[in-house]
C-alpha cells in the first residue's frame, strides 16, 4: 500500500452521521480545518436514511441533507469518504498523528457524474444495504439517491470484471486499476462520532427474523416509509400484500440480559410511535398494535406524541412477545401475556416490525495506539465526566459526539456534537484543561 | 378481602433457593414462552407477583405451581435474568414444606446440615430396625443387648407411621386449599361425571406425560434437538414407572414369597426391567445435573441429590443383589450392601413426605383441580 503524506488539520471527525456533520461544521465555521472521515461511501449516517423524525414528524432527509451538502462543500471542511482512521496517536497536547486508509471504489470520485449508465448496463444484482435488504441493487451503484458525494461505486465482491460499466461510462470514470491508499496526517484535536450499530435480530431466534419474511426491522419499515421507499407504498415481503394487520414488537435487543444489552435504547418507542402514525397516513385502513413492556416518552412533546398516537387509533398492548410463529398463509402468530389481564393470549398479524436497539460501535477504540479510548461497561465509549462535561473522554483533546457515547437520539446527537465542538474548540485554543 | 402485603417472604423464599426474582419487571415473557400456560393456566409471572408481595395463601392454593416442569425456557429467555423457572421450583419446595404438618420439612430444606443429619439419622434408625426383622444375626444380638428390641422395633413402625400421617395431612391440606380456590363449584349430578372425567385426565398425564412432552418442542430450545430418549420428560418417565414398577415387584415378591432365586419369575422380571428403567433414567437425569446443558440444572440443590442420589443408589444395589444371588455369592460385602439397598429404600418411602419426593402426591391433586376447570 501506497503511503502519502498529507499534511495537517486542526481537527479530525472520525463519523459522518449527524453528530459528525453538525460537530465539523461548528469548527469550520469558526475557522477551523476539519478533515472528516466516513467509512461508509456516503456521509449522512443512519439519519439520512429515516423518513420522518419524532415527534414533529419532519422529513428526516430534509434536515439532514443541507448539513451534508454544506459539510460536503464547506472550504474548510475536507472529507473522506469510503476512508478508515486505522491508527490514532497521540504524541503531546494538540498533536496527533493519524493514519487513514482510502479503499478503492473502483471509481474516480472527481469524474463521475452520477448518471446511472453504469448502473443500467451491470448485470450483477445483489441486496441493496441501503434499502436494509428489502429490493436489490447492481454490483456498480451510486449507494442511494440522495448520497453525497453523489458518486458511483463498484461493489468488488460481487463485480464479475465484465467492463460494461467502464465501456458504457461517458466521463470515463469507471477505474480498476484503483488500490488502496493510506495517508499520514497530523491533526490537534479529534472528534469520535461514529455513531451506533442496530441490533441484530437472528440473536433472538424465537422471533423468526431471517426465517418468516413477513418478520421485518424497524429500519426496513422505515424504508417502506421514506420518500424514497423501494415498493413506493408499504407492502410486506413475503408476498407483496399491503398489510392491514400490523405488530411491533418493542424492547427487541434492548433492556434483554440475554442478548448482553440490558440498557434502553431510548429512541425505539418513539420511533415506533412515529412509524405507526405514518403507517396509519400511508394505509388507512390497516390496525397497528404497538406491544411495549413501558412506554418511554421523556423528551419535550414525546408524551402528547405518544396520546396522538393513541388518539389516531394505535392500540398499545403491555406485555413482552415471547416466540413466533408463522401460519401457512404467511401470516405470524405472537404469544405473550397480557400484563393487564394476566392472561396468555396469541395475535394473528399480517406483519410484524421488530424494533431492534441500539448497540455501541466500539471498534474505534482499537485504532487508538498509546492511550486507550475507554469505553463503558456497555461498551459505548466512556464519558470521563458524564454530568459536568458530557463531551470529553479518557483521552484529553479527545472529544466524543452523538450516539458514540450512548443511545440518543436525533436532538441530543446534535447537541452532543455541539457540546463536543465546543470542547475541542477550545482545547485548540489551549485555555481548556 | 383484604390483602395484606408480607415482604419478609421474599426473603424467606431466597433460603429456598430463589434469588434473582426481585429483578423482575413484569414483561410477562416468561408465562408466554411457557409451552405449558394457556388461557386459565398463567405462570410463573404470577407466582413472582405472589412471592414478591408475599402473599403466602395464594401461593399454597396454586395448582399453577404444579403445573410446570421446569423446562428451564422462562429462565434461558428472560431479559432480566430473573430466572422464574428457579423460583417455581424454590415454591414448589416452599409448598412441600408447608402442606406437611409436621415441620420437618421445613427445617431440613432450609438447613442444608441438618438435612444431611436428618438423613444420617435416620439411616441409623432403619438400619436398626431392619435388623429386627433379622434378629438372628450376629450384629443384632449384639446392638439388642444394649437398646431393647421393642425400643427399636417400635420406633420404627412409628416413624413409618408418623410419615404416613403427616403424608396424608400434606395432601388433605392441599385439597382443602385448592379447593377454596376454585372458582365455580357447581353443584348436582353433573359434578360427579366432571369428577370422574377430571381424574381420567390426570391419570392419563400421568402414564403418557402429555403436557410434559409439550415442553422442548421449538427448535431453538436446547432438548429439541435431542432424541426423544435423552428429553427431560423420558427421564421423569422412566424414574417414575421404574420406581411404580419395582414398587409392584417387590409387593409380589413379598406376597408369594421367595421367588428371588427363580430370575425368570414374572415379578424377578418385571423387577428387573423397571429397575433398568429406573436406573436409566436416574442416572441420565445425575449426568445432566453434573453437566449442566442448560440452565436448569445449573442450581441443583440438596434436595436434588438427596432425592436422585437415592434413586441411582437403590438401583445399583439392587442389581448388584440381583447379580450377587443369581450367582449364588455369599459374602459379607453382599450382606452390606443388602442393608444399604433397604436402608435407602426404606428412606425413600419414610422421606416420601419431606423431600422432593412429595411432588408425587401433590402433582397429580394439582393436575385433577386443573382438569376440572377445563373438563365439562
Known amino acids: 500500500m501506497n503511503t502519502m503524506n498529507k499534511g495537517s488539520y486542526d481537527a479530525l471527525v472520525i463519523g459522518g452521521g449527524i453528530a459528525g456533520e453538525e460537530a465539523a461544521l461548528n469548527l469550520a465555521n469558526m475557522g477551523y480545518r476539519v478533515l472528516m472521515v466516513e467509512k461508509d461511501y456516503s456521509i449522512g449516517g443512519k439519519m439520512i436514511h429515516l423518513s420522518k423524525v419524532f415527534p414533529t414528524l419532519d422529513c428526516a432527509a430534509c434536515i439532514t441533507t443541507p448539513k451534508v451538502s454544506e459539510v460536503a462543500r464547506h472550504p474548510n471542511i475536507s472529507l473522506y469518504t469510503y476512508s478508515e482512521v486505522k491508527e490514532v496517536k497521540k504524541t503531546g497536547e494538540r498533536d496527533f498523528h493519524v493514519k487513514v486508509v482510502r479503499k478503492p471504489r473502483y471509481v474516480i470520485e472527481e469524474l463521475c457524474t452520477g448518471c446511472e449508465e453504469c448502473e443500467r448496463v451491470c448485470p450483477v444484482v445483489v441486496n441493496d444495504q441501503y434499502q436494509w435488504d428489502l429490493v436489490g441493487r447492481k454490483a456498480v451503484f451510486i449507494p442511494f439517491s440522495i448520497a453525497n458525494p453523489r458518486v458511483a461505486a463498484i461493489d468488488i465482491d460481487h463485480c464479475v470484471l465484465c467492463g460494461l460499466c467502464e465501456k458504457v461510462c461517458p466521463a470515463g470514470a469507471i477505474d480498476f486499476t484503483q488500490k488502496a491508499v493510506e495517508e499520514t496526517l497530523t491533526v490537534r484535536t479529534v472528534i469520535v462520532a461514529t455513531g451506533y450499530r442496530l441490533f ?21 419499515m422505515e424504508r417502506q416509509l421514506a420518500p424514497t421507499r423501494p415498493y413506493n407504498t408499504v407492502l410486506r415481503p413475503g408476498d407483496g400484500k399491503v398489510p392491514d ?5 418493542l424492547c427487541t435487543g434492548s433492556r434483554d440480559h440475554t442478548v448482553g444489552n440490558p440498557i434502553c435504547s431510548q429512541v425505539c418507542c418513539m420511533y415506533s410511535i412515529k412509524q405507526a402514525q405514518l403507517i396509519m397516513g400511508a394505509l388507512p385502513m390497516a390496525d397497528v398494535t404497538i406491544y411495549y413492556l413501558h412506554i418511554r416518552a421523556f423528551g419535550k412533546g414525546f ?32 404469544r405473550y401475556e397480557d400484563i393487564e389481564s394476566g392472561k396468555v393470549r396469541e ?19 482499537s485504532v487508538f495506539r498509546g492511550d486507550t479510548l475507554e469505553t463503558d461497561e456497555y461498551r459505548f465509549i466512556r464519558q470521563k465526566e458524564e454530568l459536568s462535561s458530557p463531551a470529553l473522554t479518557s483521552i484529553r483533546g479527545v472529544f466524543v459526539a452523538g450516539a458514540a457515547s450512548g443511545p440518543m437520539d436525533i436532538p441530543d446527537s446534535i447537541m452532543s456534537a455541539g457540546a463536543a465542538s465546543s470542547e475541542a474548540a477550545a482545547y485548540l485554543t489551549g485555555d481548556r484543561k | 378481602m383484604a390483602t395484606k402485603v408480607r415482604p419478609e417472604l421474599a426473603k424467606e423464599l431466597k433460603r429456598y433457593g430463589a434469588d434473582d426474582f426481585n429483578a423482575c419487571y413484569n414483561c410477562g415473557n416468561c408465562t408466554a414462552v411457557c409451552n405449558l400456560t394457556e388461557g386459565n393456566e398463567n405462570f410463573p409471572r404470577m407466582m413472582i407477583r405472589y412471592t414478591l408481595l408475599g402473599l403466602k395463601e395464594e401461593i399454597l392454593s396454586s395448582r399453577e405451581l404444579w403445573m410446570c416442569y421446569y423446562c428451564g425456557e422462562c429462565s434461558e429467555t428472560c431479559p432480566r435474568e430473573a430466572d422464574p423457572g428457579e423460583l417455581m421450583a424454590a415454591l414448589r419446595r416452599y409448598a412441600i414444606a408447608h402442606y406437611e404438618p409436621s415441620g420437618i420439612t421445613r427445617l431440613i430444606f432450609r438447613n442444608n446440615p441438618l438435612y444431611i443429619l436428618f438423613t444420617l439419622l435416620l439411616a441409623v434408625l432403619l438400619g436398626f430396625f431392619l435388623l429386627t426383622l433379622k434378629p438372628e444375626m450376629s450384629v443384632s444380638r449384639w446392638i439388642f443387648e444394649r437398646i431393647p428390641y421393642e425400643v427399636i422395633h417400635n420406633l420404627g413402625l412409628g416413624a413409618f407411621v408418623f410419615m404416613g400421617i403427616t403424608a396424608f395431612w400434606g395432601v388433605f391440606t392441599m385439597i382443602r386449599k385448592l379447593r377454596g380456590k376454585r372458582v365455580n363449584q357447581e353443584q348436582g349430578k353433573g359434578r360427579f361425571t366432571k369428577a370422574w372425567n377430571a381424574f381420567r385426565a390426570m391419570l392419563r398425564e400421568v402414564a403418557t406425560m402429555e403436557r410434559y412432552r409439550k415442553c422442548d418442542t421449538y427448535e431453538d430450545e436446547y432438548f429439541a434437538r435431542k432424541p426423544w430418549y435423552l428429553r427431560p420428560w423420558w427421564i421423569h418417565w422412566s424414574v417414575m414407572w421404574g420406581f411404580i414398577g419395582l414398587l409392584v415387584a417387590t409387593t409380589l415378591d413379598f406376597l408369594f414369597k421367595d421367588p428371588a432365586t427363580m430370575v425368570w419369575w414374572p415379578s424377578r422380571v418385571l423387577g428387573t426391567l423397571a429397575g433398568l428403567l429406573m436406573l436409566y433414567g436416574a442416572t441420565l437425569a445425575l449426568f445432566y445435573r453434573i453437566l449442566r446443558p442448560v440452565k436448569t440444572y445449573q442450581s441443583t440443590k440438596l434436595a436434588d441429590w438427596v432425592f436422585l442420589g437415592f434413586i441411582w443408589l437403590a438401583g445399583i444395589t439392587g442389581f448388584w443383589m440381583e447379580i450377587a444371588v443369581f450367582a449364588g455369592i455369599e459374602t459379607d460385602f453382599s450382606q452390606i450392601v443388602f442393608l444399604i439397598h433397604t436402608v435407602i429404600s426404606m428412606e425413600l418411602v419414610i422421606l416420601f413426605a419431606y423431600s422432593k419426593f412429595a411432588h408425587a402426591f401433590y402433582r397429580p391433586v394439582a393436575l385433577y383441580f386443573s382438569n376440572l376447570e377445563r373438563v365439562n
Open chain 1, 303 to 334: 408524551c402528547e406524541f405518544y396520546q396522538q398516537a393513541k388518539g389516531m387509533g394505535v392500540e398499545f398492548v403491555k406485555g413482552k412477545i415471547a416466540r413466533i410463529t408463522e401460519k401457512e398463509n404467511g401470516n405470524l402468530i405472537l
Open chain 1, 347 to 365: 395475535a394473528e398479524h399480517d406483519l410484524v416490525i421488530l424494533s431492534v436497539g441500539v448497540l455501541s460501535n466500539d471498534e474505534i477504540t
Open chain 1, 245 to 249: 394487520n400490523i405488530a411491533y414488537v
Open chain 1, 200 to 220: 441484530d435480530p437472528l440473536r433472538i431466534p424465537r422471533y423468526g427474523f431471517g426465517r418468516f419474511p413477513n418478520v421485518i426491522t424497524s429500519m426496513q
